[in-house]
């Protein structure tokens, strides 16, 4: 058995949450991708992922398996660095698309390692929302928020965010801190939209088994998240962000996080996507490394302080959905169990 490629195999899965997607995004065949998994596991004497009409999604074991192959992968292409040729720089201009959010607080703060570590590649910046902009921008890859549609791109899963409820200091001390989940209904909301046009205001929470839906109410709604920052520290009302776009706020203590107790679901993934023509681009093969390493850096430094890997989120039902709100398209009693 290929066991490099069968880690690959599972890391991609892991990923994109099919076989079917993985397969895709690898340019081979459905089988060859479950048969390998498959032998895998019988190898190993575990099951590496839960099968469900849903979709796949990592056990623990599979967890631990994806985890490890992640950093054998890594040490893999640092080895293949150090054997290029010393002269063999890289050159040439390269497209990146990056959700605002991710570009502001993630990515070009750190920008200048990569410049840094190339300094023969010229990197050129565009703003993109959903993987509909790698064609019409005509990017060589994407860093985006959310859940990768179904398309025929190359997709790297590179972190997954929570979602954390926070305010300023002044607007908590005028209002109080609410204590449990329900209470923000009575609170200003800062609603932003998804990248589908999906008012996202019906917020789910979880603790220990428990759910409570709270819809929320907003007077300023926005597509565009600098702005809810602003307003935000600015006192005007509560917002439920990913956490990886707000450390700056949070060390600053220009935001504070409430109800750090309870998940607050559906929060989502950080990935990059690109098209296969573009696979064996060393510029972008270089970049994903680079996003690789400063998302792995940021989830170990995320803020609130979290123990131990968050686990991927599943696709939530409105996803995908025509624009609208969420609460249109989520029963109010979904997820509720005793």
């Not at 859940?147 to 929570?162: G, K």
């Not at 680079?290 to 599943?314: D, M």
């Amino acid at each position: 058995m290929d066991k490099l490629r069968a880690m690959h195999y599972v890391a991609r899965t892991a990923e994109t949450g099919s076989f079917a997607a993985a397969a895709k995004s690898l340019d081979v065949s459905t089988p060859a991708v479950s048969q390998l998994v498959n032998a895998l596991e019988r190898s190993l004497g575990v099951r590496l992922f839960h099968r469900t009409s849903q979709g796949l999604s990592l056990t623990p074991d599979g967890e631990r398996y994806y985890e490890a192959s992640r950093r054998i992968a890594a040490d893999v292409d640092e080895l293949e660095r150090g054997l290029s040729p010393p002269d063999a720089r890289l050159r040439g201009t390269l497209t990146v698309g990056i959700r605002l959010a991710l570009g502001q607080y993630c990515i070009m703060p750190r920008i200048a390692r990569f410049l840094g570590r190339y300094p023969d590649v010229e990197l050129v910046n565009k703003p993109a929302r959903t993987v509909r902009d790698i064609d019409e921008q005509k990017l060589d890859i994407a860093v985006l928020l959310g859940w990768p549609s179904e398309r025929n791109l190359v997709v790297r899963a590179l972190a997954q965010t929570r979602y954390v409820i926070c305010a300023s200091p002044d607007y908590w001390n005028r209002t109080g801190r609410p204590r449990e989940p329900e209470e923000l209904s009575a609170h200003h909301c800062l609603l932003f939209r998804s990248s589908g046009d999906i008012l996202l205001d019906r917020w789910i929470f979880e603790r220990a088994g428990e759910r409570r839906t709270v819809d929320v109410k907003s007077r300023l709604l926005t597509d565009d998240r600098p702005w809810l920052d602003e307003a935000a520290c600015g006192g005007a009302g509560v917002m439920r962000l990913a956490d990886l776009t707000l450390t700056r706020q949070f060390a600053s203590g220009a935001l504070e996080p409430v109800l750090t107790d309870w998940e607050a679901l559906e929060a989502p993934t950080i990935f990059a996507a690109y098209p296969p023509a573009q696979r064996h681009s060393k510029l972008v093969r270089a970049f994903l490394e680079f996003l690789v390493e400063i998302f792995a850096e940021l989830e170990n430094e995320r803020l609130p302080l979290v123990s131990g890997r968050v686990a991927r989120v599943p696709k939530p039902e409105w996803f995908g959905r025509a624009r609208g709100r969420q609460s249109k398209f989520t029963p109010a009693n979904r997820g509720r169990r005793s």
